[in-house]
């Protein structure tokens, strides 16, 4: 079967797992303390007016789009449209 984390699944033993999980809470929680820093979300998103999902805020406090539009922008940023 297929793993969903190939990433993970390379890593040699189990304390460089551990190691990597690691790194990468430390990483998530800098990343969110640096978001909640740039500046205060919005309760609704600026593009479609939607309202941001409690988990999106809690997530990323700056928040300032849906997911949706978000994920929208993104894929729109990849292909050069933005």
Known sequence: ??????WVDSV????DRAAYAHDT???VQ????????????SEHCSICGSEIST????????ARTCKSCETAREKAEKKGRL
């Open 55 to 62: 988990a999106r805020r809690a997530a990323l406090p700056s």
């Open 1 to 6: 079967m297929a793993s969903f984390r190939p």
């Open 25 to 27: 809470h430390v990483a």
């Open 12 to 15: 040699s033993d189990e304390g």
């Open 30 to 41: 800098a990343f969110r303390a640096k978001m909640a820093v740039s500046g205060q979300g």
